[in-house]
């Protein structure tokens, strides 16, 4: 177990040094580079000409990459663009909101897709099976932004419900000492925030939460429909087994492998996915950090984006094949 | 699959429907999508959210030259020379009172009494000139164009040049507080666009006492620069009518009311600045009550703010919009082409069909509010039968240009620059021009091909006034060569330097019509538009009175209830 965990956090070395050469080479390829992103509309040849060789962009390109590696590896990816604060105190401020809405989102998806898939399954062929087939394809197809737009519509403007935007009313001013806006109210003993903070947290969720329910849904319903035609279901029940304790026993949790595996994967899925969301919905996270990063040219912030989410892809795939182990002693034996 | 779409939106929304039922538990009191501000309650506190489109770098005045940054500093700091609300009109601020020696040399002010700083300072002549010399004795990065921007349009150089960029010399000289409530400005060489430029809340007199404690350090951080003062972040004290409350970055920014302040007490409680970058979540959260207030209303969207009971409020035209020669090219130094271009444009017809009400054509690189505009300049004639004979008489048979217009950005003069370049494009080759598109993205790509390397030869541009003087305007494009304009006219660079050092106000605004008028026979681009930004106001909000630079005081706002 520890040698796995070892050999693949030893596998992210290579990985990031090749994509910190993609990041430093393609910030360099664009016209104009960082003297400009930080000028704007004001740049004259002169200023460009200061800025850059005091950034020491006039020095070699491989001083620049080393001194930029350098930086790298103690997690300094400079100043952003955008704010003028450290890139890495940004992305700490702003990742327990990115998790807060990823979790809730994931919440939806496995608490709403699981039983529907596995309904659709056990129904197969009726209308029930038909109404979860057809959503989880129009889940997948329509565009976060659209159905952000459109939930705001209905639910924050139309009927006053929730709000449009923002994770907290900023007229209450509470207090966050951890950043995870729900769970301070519960620390400081503030419910109301906590409350204030779940509203403001259903609408970007569900938003979010369309294309991981339907893949959801549509993989616990594939893998249901191809468990219950398995010998030993038959033999399960041939044995007069209680329908309860097969579908506990059996069904559940040799189709929930793949279920697993999905949803690890969603995860990354949902962090990718949470840069429109959070722009849409003023939700201050990273992703609508980068968002705003990406149109601003904020070079420092998206390079360090990128090589976190690289990070995170690769520590969850890792998480994912070690739950698989758990949950199927065949893999742990090979 | 049109039809598919539809039903799955039904089914979307009926299955959200689904859940939130289950997650609200039909409970709504907590409901905060309803704006308590001002609803009637008595007790209620009044507040004031603004819907900004990111949030401020820092509230260090000196070190901001930005929108977002300058709107919140503007209410909590004030300047030694204020402007008249709505107007670009020099009124006492911090300086009741001043005197202009008449070398132009010496500024002496005298000093209102009794005011103080929000952290209890008193606010005297040491205070101000402690401001003065702080920016003037800026060093390293502080003084890259970024940091102090303002500083260097309107002082020049620092007490050292230490980037290549640096203004090699200062207008500035010294102050001194020659007593309690006078501070004296001496300056190096006159400068009429000075107090002009003293309005502007980067000359903001802040608490050398919080100055001194929060610290002011900005530091090299990879490839930018990083703000790592705690002063404008952490420690803020000014004399203005709101005071610094909290700034939870990304989320908001809190004002309240200064209860001290020296002059009438604004209505409002507390302010807030929430960022919020979409434009269309900006548009929802207006017209769900969660703030008051927003910039950046697109004209599509006027009718659904007044149908929902808000108010589209108009920015009086400080901008202007232009098509730019690149004037160094063979084509563009015969004089006939220019004069044909400007008449082949039909400048109203694109106003017409791509601007919101209230955009006015253009004839002169800057707009009418501002002194220093030729009245007797009547603008170049729509004509495209001229624009044919002048082509003729030209005797220029390659007719094929490049004409440069930004993607993918919306700028106060230019909302939508590919509607801009459509309309020209079509009128330049109905006179027989041939017209090739050239379009990159805005930041960085195209102001570098543009402003930088000079790659334009037609090409879309504008202007937004930082402060009410001719020579921000027509002094920005022309009183130095500009790789985007590639001229070098001696006639019109004389007069532009001769109009800045004259400090008698009748002269000046004489010289400007004059260069006004010669940089219009001339015609180095065509200007085509003054624009008014529009900004959408809650209908129960009264007093938001729009400011021509962008400089609106939020003490005068009240709200019914």
């Known amino acids: 177990m520890l040698r796995f965990i070892v050999r693949r956090l030893a596998l992210l070395v290579p990985i990031l040094l090749g994509l910190s050469v993609l990041l430093f080479a393609w910030v360099r390829a664009l016209p104009g580079g960082p003297a400009y992103a930080l000028l704007g509309e004001r740049a004259t040849p002169e200023a460009i000409a200061a800025i850059e060789s005091q950034l020491g962009l006039d020095r070699p390109l491989w001083e620049q990459y080393l001194q930029f590696l350098g930086r790298a590896v103690r997690l300094d990816f400079g100043a952003s663009i955008q704010t003028g604060q450290p890139v890495t105190e940004e992305m700490l401020r702003r990742f327990p909101a990115t998790i807060e809405l990823a979790l809730a989102a994931l919440l939806i998806a496995v608490a709403v897709g699981i039983p529907l898939g596995y309904l659709a399954a056990r129904r197969y062929g009726t209308w029930i099976d038909n109404l979860a087939v057809t959503g989880s394809l129009l889940g997948v197809t329509i565009p976060i932004f659209f159905l952000a737009y459109m939930l705001k519509y209905v639910f924050a403007v139309e009927l006053g419900w929730l709000p449009t935007a923002g994770r907290a009313d900023p007229r209450a001013r509470a207090d966050h000492p951890t950043g995870f806006y729900v769970l301070d109210g519960i620390v400081t003993g503030n419910l109301d925030a906590s409350w204030d903070a779940i509203q403001h947290l259903i609408l970007p969720a569900l938003a979010l939460s369309s294309i991981p329910l339907a893949v959801i849904v549509r993989i616990t319903r594939a893998s249901v429909l191809n468990v219950v035609n398995e010998d030993y279901v038959r033999t399960a029940e041939a044995k007069g087994l209680l329908p309860g304790t097969i579908t506990r026993r059996h069904v559940l949790k040799n189709a929930m492998l793949p279920v697993t595996t999905v949803i690890g994967l969603q995860l990354g899925v949902l962090l990718a996915g949470a840069v429109l969301t959070e722009k849409v919905f003023a939700f201050s996270g990273v992703g609508q950090f980068m968002a705003d990063g990406l149109v601003q040219r904020d070079f420092p912030t998206i390079q360090g984006f990128i090589l976190v989410i690289a990070i995170v892809y690769v520590v969850i795939n890792m998480i994912v094949d070690l739950v698989y182990g758990l949950l199927d002693p065949r893999v742990r034996v090979s | ?561």
């Open chain 2, 1 to 561: 699959m049109r039809v598919h779409r539809k039903a799955g939106r039904v089914l979307a929304l009926t299955a959200a429907a689904g859940l939130l039922v289950a997650a609200c538990g039909g409970d709504d009191s907590g409901g905060s999508g309803d704006s308590g501000s001002g609803n009637g309650d008595g007790g209620d506190p009044k507040t004031f959210i603004f819907g900004s489109s990111e949030d401020p770098k820092t509230l260090d005045a000196a070190y901001v030259s930005d929108g977002e940054s300058l709107r919140v500093i503007y209410q909590v700091y004030e300047t030694l020379v204020a402007l008249e609300p709505g107007t670009t009109e020099v009124v006492p601020g911090l300086a009741e009172e001043w005197e202009i020696s008449p070398d132009g040399l010496t500024y002496t002010f005298h000093l209102r009494e009794g005011v103080t700083f929000h952290d209890g300072e008193p606010f005297n002549a040491e205070a101000v000139c402690f401001n003065f010399d702080r920016w003037y004795n800026f060093t390293g990065p502080q003084q890259s164009g970024d940091v102090s921007y303002y500083w260097q349009t309107v002082f020049g150089g620092f007490a050292t040049a230490d980037l290549e960029s640096s203004p090699p010399t200062s207008r500035y000289g010294s102050c001194d507080a020659t007593d309690e409530l006078t501070a004296t400005l001496n300056l190096t060489e006159p400068s009429s666009a000075l107090l002009a430029g003293l309005v502007l809340p980067p000359f903001s007199i802040a608490s050398p006492k919080a100055i001194e404690e929060g610290g002011t350090d900005i530091e090299q951080a990879g490839d930018s620069l990083s703000y790592t003062g705690g002063f404008g972040s952490e420690v803020v004290a000014g004399t203005g009518p709101f005071k610094f409350v909290s700034w939870e970055r990304g989320e908001s920014l809190t004002l309240e009311r200064n209860d001290d302040y020296w002059g009438e007490a604004p209505a409002l409680d507390e302010i807030i600045f929430r960022p919020i970058p979409d434009p269309t979540a900006r548009l929802q959260a207006l017209q769900a009550g969660e703030i008051d207030a927003y910039e950046g209303v697109n004209a599509a969207d006027i009718g659904a703010i007044e149908s929902n009971g808000d108010q589209v409020v108009e920015r009086p035209a400080f901008n202007v919009g232009y098509v730019g020669f690149n004037n160094k090219l063979p084509i563009f130094q015969n004089e006939k082409i220019r004069q044909a271009i400007s008449h082949a444009l039909n400048r109203q017809g694109l106003l017409d069909a791509a601007y919101p009400e209230g955009a006015v054509v253009a004839n002169q690189f800057l707009p009418p509010e501002q002194w220093g505009y030729n009245q007797s300049i009547e603008g170049y004639e729509y004509d495209p039968d001229l624009a044919r004979q002048l082509i003729a008489d030209s005797g220029e048979t390659n007719l094929t240009l490049e004409f440069w217009y930004p993607a993918d950005v919306s700028r106060p003069y230019m909302p939508d620059p590919q509607a801009v370049y459509e309309s020209f494009a079509a009128d330049l080759q109905a006179v027989g021009f041939t017209i090739v598109p050239k379009t990159v993205p805005w930041t960085p790509d195209y102001l570098q091909n543009i402003q930088g390397d000079g790659l334009g030869q037609l090409f879309l541009l504008g202007w937004t006034g930082d402060y009410a003087d001719p020579d921000n305007f027509v002094g920005t494009f022309f009183r130095q060569d500009r790789p985007e304009f590639g001229f070098s006219d001696p006639a019109i660079q004389g007069l532009l330097n001769e109009a800045l050092a004259e400090t008698d106000q009748a002269a000046r605004q004489a010289l400007y019509e004059e260069a006004n008028q010669a940089i219009y026979d001339y015609i180095p681009g065509v200007p085509f538009v003054h624009n008014q930004p529009l900004l959408a106001v809650a209908g129960h909000i009264t007093g938001y009175t729009p400011s021509p630079v962008s400089l609106e005081d939020f003490d005068l706002i009240d709200i019914e209830g």
